[in-house]
């Protein structure tokens, strides 16, 4: 009987999944903010954080102490101001009507994502099923 690879089976949706739902609460929060003076809309950049989260994968970098730095880049390591097309007068560089068009996009690329991953479970179910 061979063994079942979680990594080869969910390809790269549980990383995908995760950095989506980030993007979303950074995206609210900025809408949150829409109102704030001096907010400064933030953003990932989800393609980077993936390439990044995907090489650092297949490097197989393991942390064997404590005191070792991490491969691995957290979202707050990534968060990068917005520059604004207009800024509002109080300096706040929210644009409601973009921030809320990036966070439909994005919550439709998680469902997108999610289904993918869903479907990777669902397939290692009926893997395990047939053994």
């Known amino acids: 009987m061979s063994s079942i690879s ?6 790269i949706y549980p990383k995908t999944t995760q950095l989506r739902a980030a993007r979303a609460e950074i995206l ?7 109102d ?13 954080m993936l390439d990044g989260a995907m090489s650092s994968r297949s490097i197989g970098m393991e942390k064997t102490h404590k ?7 957290s979202v707050d390591d990534s968060l990068k101001y917005r ?6 007068i109080d300096g706040n560089t929210v644009d409601t009507q973009m921030e809320q068009s990036f966070y439909t996009e994005n919550a439709l690329r998680y469902n997108v994502s999610f289904e993918f991953l869903n479907s990777g479970f669902k397939g290692m179910k009926n893997a395990l099923k047939s053994q």
């Open 36 to 48: 704030t003076p001096h907010y400064k809309a933030r953003d990932i950049d989800f393609n980077a």
């Open 83 to 88: 520059n604004p097309y207009q800024p509002a």
């Open 6 to 11: 979680f990594d080869n089976a969910l390809n």
């Open 67 to 73: 005191a070792h730095i991490s491969g691995n880049q």
């Open 28 to 34: 609210a929060n900025n809408l949150a903010n829409a």
